[in-house]
């Protein structure tokens, strides 16, 4: 069944996503987690704040409440905090466990119900892909600026320059 499938995409390349980010936390030291390239930018923390902000919204009660709770201080997500590794990692890890488990306990069918975020109607796989691209996209920031302090140092999550002909798949025969 499609959407049986669609869930089970969306839950792998989600859980890819978070694996790059983790894998790049894994390289920063703490003070590296506050450096800001500009003041238009974002540091990791400030994008972690606002990972974890988003992901409590949009996620808690997502079938039966608009996205956008009442109780979010998003405007504070983008604010300098002085927290630690540890707490960012808290924020982390809390955000993350509440997007997966939500989407592990959507049924197929539910894929076609209708819930809102900030009063906008979304179907709920369109409201899913939302996220998804949301969240990628600030994955890819966080990778940019982890690129960005380690410089030379920096170990490649991805298939390294000049080596793309050993990762390239083989031919199989039938």
Known sequence: MVEEIFLESVLKELREYKDLADKTFAQLEDKDLHFQPNEECNS????????????LSRWTNFL????????RRRDSEFE??????????KLWEEGWQLTLNT??????????KT??????????MGAINRQVTH????IGQII?????IKGKE????????????????????N
């Open 135 to 138: 969240y990628s996209s600030h």
């Open 64 to 71: 039966t409440e608009d996205g956008e709770k009442e109780w």
């Open 115 to 124: 819930v809102y975020t900030r009063g906008m109607p979304y179907t709920v």
């Open 44 to 55: 990791i923390a400030t994008l972690i704040q606002h990972f974890h902000g988003n992901m």
């Open 80 to 89: 300098v905090h002085s927290f630690g590794r540890e707490q960012l990692m």
């Open 103 to 112: 989407i592990e306990s959507l049924k197929p069918e539910d894929l076609s």
């Open 144 to 148: 940019l600026i982890g690129k960005i």
């Open 154 to 173: 920096w170990q490649t999550l991805s298939v390294p320059r000049g080596q793309s002909k050993i990762y390239k798949p083989h031919a199989t025969k």
